[in-house]
């Protein structure tokens, strides 16, 4: 049984006041959406773990690498924390000498990230595990059913994303 085939409770008031739709539907969707996600980041963790790092310092690393120079502003802004937050990955990061930080030519006040020469080598293992876990569930479907997990996940990102200020398109 899939789990839009499940039986479906009565709407519960969410804690706006809005109607939020029960029933096991969409308790087997979020169900879903929690096994997904541990099995995406099994790989990444199991090698981050081998070097006491978790996934605070792989999303570091990840956007790291995808933003020019980016300034601890610009991680702060993408990741949507608080400075303390990034703060203790991002010193753990340095003192493994997987980060420098840089001040900016142009204006000293300002910080840039850069990624050591080993920090782009473990990035880059860090996310080619997780394209092969992607690759791998793309190829076991059709084109289709991808379209349909890029538009639901594209949804489902879209807040979040206008928070960060990222755009995929």
């Not at 969409?26 to 929690?34: G, K, M, S, V």
């Not at 006491?52 to 300034?71: K, M, Q």
């Not at 997780?130 to 349909?148: I, M, N, P």
């Not at 206008?162 to 398109?169: A, C, E, F, M, P």
């Amino acid at each position: 049984m899939t789990y839009s085939d499940r039986g479906r409770r009565s709407p519960s008031r969410g804690s706006a006041g809005a109607r939020v739709p029960g029933g096991a539907a969409f308790d087997a969707a979020i169900e879903l959406l929690y096994f997904a996600y541990r099995g995406f980041v099994a790989g990444p963790d199991r090698l981050l773990a081998a070097r006491g790092l978790g996934r605070a310092h792989h999303r570091i690393l990840f956007f790291a690498a995808r933003l020019e120079r980016p300034t601890v502003g610009d991680l702060l802004r993408t990741l949507v924390v608080s400075k303390q937050a990034l703060n203790g990955p991002l010193r753990e990061l340095r003192a493994q000498r997987l980060v420098d930080v840089e001040r900016d030519p142009d204006d000293a006040r300002v910080r840039r990230l850069r990624l050591t020469a080993e920090g782009r080598r473990l990035e880059a293992r860090l996310t080619r595990l997780q394209r092969r876990t992607l690759a791998g569930v793309f190829a076991a479907g059709s084109a289709a059913e991808r379209d349909g997990w890029e538009a639901t996940m594209r949804r489902l990102a879209g807040p979040e994303l206008d928070r960060s200020g990222r755009s995929l398109d």
